[in-house]
Protein backbone atom coordinates (compact mmCIF):
# COMPACT_ATOMS: atom_id res chain seq x y z
CA UNK A 1 0.00 0.00 0.00
CA UNK A 2 1.17 3.72 -0.24
CA UNK A 3 4.03 4.68 2.42
CA UNK A 4 5.38 8.07 3.42
CA UNK A 5 8.66 7.61 5.12
CA UNK A 6 10.70 9.98 6.88
CA UNK A 7 14.20 10.30 7.47
CA UNK A 8 15.78 10.82 10.29
CA UNK A 9 13.49 9.74 12.61
CA UNK A 10 15.02 12.05 15.45
CA UNK A 11 17.86 14.41 15.30
CA UNK A 12 19.45 16.39 18.08
CA UNK A 13 21.15 19.73 17.18
CA UNK A 14 23.34 22.45 18.88
CA UNK A 15 21.67 25.86 18.91
CA UNK A 16 22.21 27.62 15.90
CA UNK A 17 23.34 24.15 13.61
CA UNK A 18 21.25 23.67 10.45
CA UNK A 19 18.65 20.93 10.14
CA UNK A 20 16.88 18.83 7.24
CA UNK A 21 14.55 16.04 7.26
CA UNK A 22 13.45 14.00 4.03
CA UNK A 23 10.10 12.77 2.75
CA UNK A 24 9.84 9.99 0.65
CA UNK A 25 6.03 8.85 -0.82
CA UNK A 26 6.05 5.58 -2.93
CA UNK A 27 3.71 7.13 -5.36
CA UNK A 28 3.46 10.50 -6.93
CA UNK A 29 1.50 12.85 -4.59
CA UNK A 30 -0.63 15.50 -6.01
CA UNK A 31 0.53 17.58 -3.01
CA UNK A 32 2.46 17.61 0.32
CA UNK A 33 1.63 19.18 3.04
CA UNK A 34 3.98 19.99 6.66
CA UNK A 35 3.20 19.82 9.81
CA UNK A 36 4.87 20.74 13.30
CA UNK A 37 3.76 19.34 16.44
CA UNK A 38 5.49 20.63 19.79
CA UNK A 39 5.90 17.80 22.62
CA UNK A 40 2.31 17.59 24.37
CA UNK A 41 0.38 19.59 21.66
CA UNK A 42 -1.47 19.11 18.65
CA UNK A 43 -0.04 19.12 14.92
CA UNK A 44 0.04 22.54 13.18
CA UNK A 45 -0.14 23.04 9.26
CA UNK A 46 2.74 24.86 8.50
CA UNK A 47 2.53 24.29 4.29
CA UNK A 48 1.69 23.16 1.15
CA UNK A 49 3.19 22.28 -2.00
CA UNK A 50 1.41 21.82 -5.36
CA UNK A 51 3.81 22.22 -8.05
CA UNK A 52 6.38 20.20 -9.04
CA UNK A 53 10.21 21.68 -8.33
CA UNK A 54 8.38 24.12 -5.49
CA UNK A 55 10.51 26.01 -3.14
CA UNK A 56 8.89 28.19 -0.40
CA UNK A 57 10.44 29.40 2.29
CA UNK A 58 9.06 30.77 5.72
CA UNK A 59 11.51 32.76 7.62
CA UNK A 60 13.92 30.42 8.14
CA UNK A 61 12.25 26.96 6.82
CA UNK A 62 12.50 26.00 3.19
CA UNK A 63 9.89 23.66 1.97
CA UNK A 64 11.23 21.91 -1.06
CA UNK A 65 8.78 19.41 -3.57
CA UNK A 66 10.82 16.63 -5.72
CA UNK A 67 10.64 17.51 -9.65
CA UNK A 68 9.00 13.75 -9.72
CA UNK A 69 6.75 14.83 -6.97
CA UNK A 70 7.44 12.12 -4.49
CA UNK A 71 9.82 13.20 -2.49
CA UNK A 72 9.76 17.08 -0.07
CA UNK A 73 12.34 18.35 2.42
CA UNK A 74 12.28 20.89 5.11
CA UNK A 75 15.33 22.66 5.91
CA UNK A 76 15.91 24.55 9.00
CA UNK A 77 18.80 27.40 9.23
CA UNK A 78 20.20 28.54 12.01
CA UNK A 79 17.97 26.48 14.99
CA UNK A 80 16.26 27.82 17.92
CA UNK A 81 14.85 26.35 21.29
CA UNK A 82 11.28 27.33 19.59
CA UNK A 83 11.80 24.82 16.74
CA UNK A 84 11.93 22.01 18.69
CA UNK A 85 9.05 19.40 17.91
CA UNK A 86 7.89 16.65 15.43
CA UNK A 87 7.92 17.21 12.26
CA UNK A 88 5.24 15.52 9.84
CA UNK A 89 5.13 15.78 6.10
CA UNK A 90 1.86 14.38 4.64
CA UNK A 91 0.32 13.36 1.02
CA UNK A 92 -3.35 12.78 -0.28
CA UNK A 93 -4.16 9.15 0.07
CA UNK A 94 -4.89 8.34 -3.59
CA UNK A 95 -7.10 10.77 -5.42
CA UNK A 96 -9.52 11.47 -2.53
CA UNK A 97 -8.76 13.85 0.42
CA UNK A 98 -7.70 11.74 3.49
CA UNK A 99 -4.25 12.50 4.20
CA UNK A 100 -1.59 9.80 4.53
CA UNK A 101 0.91 11.07 6.77
CA UNK A 102 4.66 10.32 7.19
CA UNK A 103 6.71 8.66 10.70
CA UNK A 104 7.95 11.77 11.67
CA UNK A 105 11.33 13.50 12.60
CA UNK A 106 11.45 14.22 16.16
CA UNK A 107 14.24 17.66 16.33
CA UNK A 108 15.89 18.37 19.60
CA UNK A 109 17.59 21.64 19.69
CA UNK A 110 20.23 22.17 22.39
CA UNK A 111 21.07 25.42 23.97
CA UNK B 1 -12.78 31.72 16.04
CA UNK B 2 -12.26 29.29 18.47
CA UNK B 3 -11.21 26.77 15.82
CA UNK B 4 -11.56 23.24 16.29
CA UNK B 5 -12.46 22.32 19.67
CA UNK B 6 -12.74 18.78 21.60
CA UNK B 7 -13.73 17.27 25.21
CA UNK B 8 -13.01 16.29 27.23
CA UNK B 9 -9.36 16.89 27.38
CA UNK B 10 -8.48 13.75 29.64
CA UNK B 11 -10.64 10.71 30.13
CA UNK B 12 -9.82 7.42 31.88
CA UNK B 13 -12.14 4.83 30.75
CA UNK B 14 -12.78 0.92 32.54
CA UNK B 15 -12.98 -2.22 29.93
CA UNK B 16 -16.37 -2.22 28.45
CA UNK B 17 -17.12 1.19 28.91
CA UNK B 18 -18.64 3.73 26.16
CA UNK B 19 -18.25 7.11 25.55
CA UNK B 20 -18.53 10.14 23.32
CA UNK B 21 -15.36 12.38 22.24
CA UNK B 22 -16.41 15.60 21.14
CA UNK B 23 -15.48 17.65 18.13
CA UNK B 24 -16.80 21.34 17.41
CA UNK B 25 -15.41 23.63 14.71
CA UNK B 26 -16.19 27.20 13.70
CA UNK B 27 -14.47 27.11 10.09
CA UNK B 28 -17.37 26.30 7.90
CA UNK B 29 -15.35 23.62 7.17
CA UNK B 30 -17.14 20.99 5.24
CA UNK B 31 -14.38 18.35 5.84
CA UNK B 32 -13.47 16.47 9.30
CA UNK B 33 -11.55 13.89 10.18
CA UNK B 34 -10.88 11.52 13.77
CA UNK B 35 -7.13 10.34 14.19
CA UNK B 36 -5.70 8.77 17.03
CA UNK B 37 -1.82 9.15 17.89
CA UNK B 38 -0.54 6.61 19.87
CA UNK B 39 2.92 7.49 22.00
CA UNK B 40 6.10 8.07 19.59
CA UNK B 41 4.30 7.12 16.56
CA UNK B 42 2.65 8.91 13.77
CA UNK B 43 -0.95 9.46 13.16
CA UNK B 44 -3.86 6.81 11.91
CA UNK B 45 -7.02 8.32 10.45
CA UNK B 46 -10.30 6.63 11.74
CA UNK B 47 -13.11 8.17 10.28
CA UNK B 48 -13.83 11.07 8.09
CA UNK B 49 -16.54 13.44 6.83
CA UNK B 50 -16.88 15.19 3.87
CA UNK B 51 -20.01 17.04 4.96
CA UNK B 52 -23.10 16.45 6.94
CA UNK B 53 -24.31 13.29 6.62
CA UNK B 54 -21.91 11.16 4.99
CA UNK B 55 -18.96 9.22 6.89
CA UNK B 56 -16.19 7.09 5.46
CA UNK B 57 -13.87 4.79 7.14
CA UNK B 58 -9.98 6.05 7.84
CA UNK B 59 -7.38 2.97 8.36
CA UNK B 60 -8.47 2.01 11.84
CA UNK B 61 -12.13 2.14 11.91
CA UNK B 62 -12.73 -0.65 14.31
CA UNK B 63 -14.00 -0.40 17.51
CA UNK B 64 -15.07 3.30 16.68
CA UNK B 65 -18.34 5.08 15.38
CA UNK B 66 -19.23 8.38 13.74
CA UNK B 67 -21.97 10.90 12.89
CA UNK B 68 -21.84 14.09 11.04
CA UNK B 69 -25.83 15.59 11.51
CA UNK B 70 -24.50 19.05 10.93
CA UNK B 71 -21.25 20.66 9.69
CA UNK B 72 -20.09 22.05 12.94
CA UNK B 73 -20.32 18.55 14.91
CA UNK B 74 -18.51 15.51 14.15
CA UNK B 75 -18.46 13.09 17.72
CA UNK B 76 -16.84 9.64 17.85
CA UNK B 77 -18.42 7.34 19.77
CA UNK B 78 -16.14 4.21 21.09
CA UNK B 79 -18.28 1.18 22.39
CA UNK B 80 -16.81 -1.19 24.66
CA UNK B 81 -13.49 0.23 24.91
CA UNK B 82 -10.40 -2.00 25.30
CA UNK B 83 -6.80 -0.76 26.55
CA UNK B 84 -5.95 -1.20 22.80
CA UNK B 85 -8.02 1.82 22.23
CA UNK B 86 -5.88 4.06 25.02
CA UNK B 87 -4.59 7.18 23.02
CA UNK B 88 -4.51 10.73 22.06
CA UNK B 89 -7.39 11.27 19.81
CA UNK B 90 -7.44 14.68 17.53
CA UNK B 91 -10.12 15.94 15.55
CA UNK B 92 -9.34 18.00 12.34
CA UNK B 93 -11.26 19.82 10.16
CA UNK B 94 -10.41 21.31 6.57
CA UNK B 95 -11.44 22.60 2.93
CA UNK B 96 -10.86 19.98 0.09
CA UNK B 97 -7.11 18.69 -0.42
CA UNK B 98 -5.71 21.30 -2.60
CA UNK B 99 -6.90 24.18 -0.88
CA UNK B 100 -4.83 23.95 2.06
CA UNK B 101 -4.42 22.36 5.44
CA UNK B 102 -5.71 20.69 8.05
CA UNK B 103 -6.61 22.46 11.34
CA UNK B 104 -6.33 19.98 14.73
CA UNK B 105 -8.00 20.56 18.03
CA UNK B 106 -6.09 19.93 21.03
CA UNK B 107 -6.77 16.40 21.56
CA UNK B 108 -8.15 13.96 24.38
CA UNK B 109 -6.49 11.79 25.95
CA UNK B 110 -8.20 8.55 26.61
CA UNK B 111 -6.94 5.85 28.94
CA UNK B 112 -8.50 2.48 28.95
CA UNK B 113 -7.57 0.33 32.55
Known amino acids: GQQVMQIPQYQHVQEGEDFTTYCNSS?????IQWYKQRPGGHPVFLIQLVKSGEVKKQKRLTFQFGEAKKNSSLHITATQTTDVGTYFCAGPRGATNKLIFGTGTLLAVQP | NAGVTQTPKFRILKIGQSMTLQCTQDMNHNYMYWYRQDPGMGLKLIYY???????DKGEVPNGYNVSRSTTEDFPLRLELAAPSQTSVYFC????????????FGPGTRLTVL
Open chain 2, 92 to 103: ASSYPTGQGGQY
Open chain 1, 27 to 31: TTLSN
Open chain 2, 49 to 55: SVGAGIT
